[in-house]
């Protein structure tokens, strides 16, 4: 699997065969820094007037290399995908050799700090539905009117939490077909392929 890198981030990345190794490596150090705690605008500084560059040129060439990094670690990208798509960039091998050492030095730890950021999202515990039907109203003598409640008990960060819904049997037999859809689609060759990929 190749990265398709954007316009922007070539540009971004552009600025690195005009520098050294080993601003080049410092860059990569500054780039998984900026994953683990933020954008450091003073390094950003220091770096420019070493350099007779302008702060943003900085930003953007750490930037570019963070997204490089990051994209490659989240899809774990074989040496080889990651050698063919930095090749497109025009780089020099021996610029090319060093952003793939860059990349596998720094993959399980980029993966790490990307698992740390990814939200805890709330996972099913347990349901109760309840099935009221409105068989009149004072207005309408006759009248067939069903609905649907369900509290949904949910876990999320060692708590508990629940969450109560209501809806007429169409939205849900709509909303059952649709989650049978995608367990359908789990089940392709595509899927587990990007799922793989993803572990």
Known sequence: M?????????????????????????????AVEFLRRGSNPKVYDGAARKLNVSSDTIQHGVEGLTYLLTESSKLMISEL?????????????????????????????????LSELAPALPSYHSLEWR??????????????????????????NGGHSTRIVQTDPATLLHLVQQLEQALAEMKTSHCRRVIRNIK
């Open 81 to 113: 995908d990651f050698q063919d798509s930095v090749f497109v960039l025009g780089f020099s091998e021996e610029l090319n050799k060093l952003l793939l050492q860059l990349y596998l030095d720094n993959r399980k730890e980029i993966r790490n700090i």
């Open 2 to 30: 190749l990265l398709d890198l954007s316009a922007e981030h070539r540009a971004h990345l552009a600025f690195l065969p005009r520098v050294d190794r080993a601003v080049v490596a410092e860059f990569g150090r500054i």
């Open 131 to 156: 099935l009221d039907v409105q068989l009149a109203s004072r207005s309408l003598r006759q009248q067939i009117k069903p609905s649907v409640t369900l509290k949904l008990h949910l876990d999320q």
